[in-house]
């Protein structure tokens, strides 16, 4: 996505030794790093990135050291290509990289051949970002996630064929059209907190409130958008009678929690209209999940990359 979108002044002012460091290697490189992984949320804050990283290592060494390490191969690729700095210092290319290697590892379990796959992908995930943008640019398009989507979903729909890369199927999805719908207020605040974590393919509501922290030093109206988003996402799903355990478990809410704070916190202006139309998207993504969902345990008979229902 084009730097001047997600340039935006920082409620929470950063020290100005970070500035000194950002001027100087490696600091600069994993600094910027840091601000890749906030950018899965579209926050090229600092702080933001910094809970959130902290919150991927409180869901487990593993999804951490596996997050981190896609966030770090791909930040560091894009310098190798000689990308525009003023991007990787945003963060923009290291995002894809952090979900990539979140998925793989929860995907196709912690093996040798899987810290190879993270880094392979990784590396594919920013050449791929850039030529997505090329060929998008035109459009007033950004690439967002899609290389992550793409990266990740071929090599987890292709590892079945391998021997010394599948280890096991991973769990079933779960039915999008079945399943008890009486939702109590236990499944109400774990839904809260797990659509925010699911973003990051983590079901853990103490992630999820760890992450709406760090998503509030990005600013008030990131973190209100969130927080609506997410809400939204529960009626949403209630509303067209999903399954409850779905719901509890942030499987129906994490595309509601992106689009709001996309739609209403980054790319369009905090107008009441403009906040009504990121909350109907948000509603709307909640519909389209089940779609894909079943789509996906039909044709593929495998999850989501790295999406858990458990």
């Avoid at 499944?187 to 992630?207: G, I, M, P, R």
Wanted: glycine share 12%; aromatic share 10%.
């Amino acid at each position: 996505m084009p730097a001047e979108l997600l340039e935006l002044p920082l409620p929470i002012a950063e020290p100005d030794v970070v500035r000194k460091l950002e001027s100087r290697q490696p600091t600069a490189f994993l600094l910027a790093s840091v601000r890749g992984v906030g950018q899965v949320d579209l926050q090229p804050s600092l702080w933001t990135g910094a809970f959130i990283l902290a919150g991927l290592w409180a869901a487990g060494w593993r999804i951490g050291l596996f997050a981190t390490l896609g966030t770090l191969v791909s930040t560091l690729t894009a310098y190798a290509l000689g990308i525009d700095r003023s991007g990787i210092a945003l963060g923009l290319h290291g995002y894809s990289g952090c979900l990539t290697g979140i998925a793989l590892v929860t995907s196709l379990g912690h093996h040798p051949a899987t810290y190879v796959l993270a880094v392979i992908g990784s590396i594919m995930c920013t050449v791929l970002t850039m030529t997505l943008t090329t060929l998008l640019k035109p459009y007033g398009l950004t690439a967002l996630t899609a290389p992550f989507c793409l990266v990740s979903g071929v090599m987890v729909l292709g590892a079945p064929s391998f021997g010394r890369i599948w280890h096991g199927a991973p769990k079933a999805v779960s039915s999008t059209t079945s399943g008890d719908t009486a939702i109590s207020w236990d499944d109400l605040w774990h839904a809260f907190f797990t659509n925010v974590s699911q973003v990051f393919l983590v079901d853990a509501w103490y992630v999820g409130l760890i992450m709406l922290v760090g998503l509030a030093f990005a600013g008030v109206r990131v973190v209100l958008y969130a927080a609506a988003g997410s809400v939204v996402g529960i009626v949403a799903a209630w509303a067209l009678g999903a399954p409850t355990s779905l719901i509890a478990n942030g499987i129906y809410g994490y595309n509601a929690v992106l689009v709001a704070i996309a739609v209403g916190a980054v790319f369009l202006t905090g107008t009441v209209w403009n906040g009504a139309y990121a909350l109907f998207g948000a509603a709307a993504s909640t519909g389209l999940t089940a779609s894909l969902t079943s789509f996906s345990s039909r044709s593929a008979a495998t999850p989501s990359p790295g999406r858990s229902s458990s």
